[in-house]
Nanobody, 125 residues
Framework: QVQLVESGGGLVQAGGSQRLSCAAS????????IGWFRHAPVKEREFVAA????????YVATSVKGRFTISRDTAKNTVYLQMNSLKPEDTAVYYC??????????????????WGQGTQVTVSS
């Protein structure tokens, strides 16, 4: 059973930075894509970013482009989400997810087979 464990969440002031980590129990090369989603109260789950296994190509949502970056360390089986210039509207539970197959649409939650338990990020104004 594949496990994904997120860490790095917490409380941060607006304008600050935070780095989330997603540690996989299996080799990250086992997955076609690893992505980050977030879920805020009374909002739908939202795609944040993803990274391709083969090419390392990053995909970043327009809402966070220029502020968030996704990267991976294959030796550590870990994917990171670096979040800069955080805003109160970034407050959410952030989830890591992995797909076994090549996604048709990287931003679609249905494309992902494994999910972490989530880590809370709270940005204060």
């Amino acid at each position: 059973q594949v496990q994904l464990v997120e860490s790095g969440g917490g409380l941060v002031q607006a304008g600050g930075s935070q780095r989330l980590s997603c540690a996989a129990s299996a080799r990250t090369s086992s997955f076609y894509t690893i992505g980050w989603f977030r879920h805020a109260p009374v909002k739908e789950r939202e795609f944040v970013a993803a990274i391709s296994r083969s090419s390392g190509t990053p995909y970043v949502a327009t809402s966070v482009k220029g502020r968030f970056t996704i990267s991976r360390d294959t030796a550590k089986n870990t994917v990171y989400l670096q979040m800069n210039s955080l805003k109160p509207e970034d407050t959410a539970v952030y989830y890591c997810a992995a797909s076994r197959n090549l996604p048709t649409l990287v931003a679609a939650p249905r494309e992902y087979d494994y999910w972490g338990q989530g880590t809370q990020v709270t940005v204060s104004s």
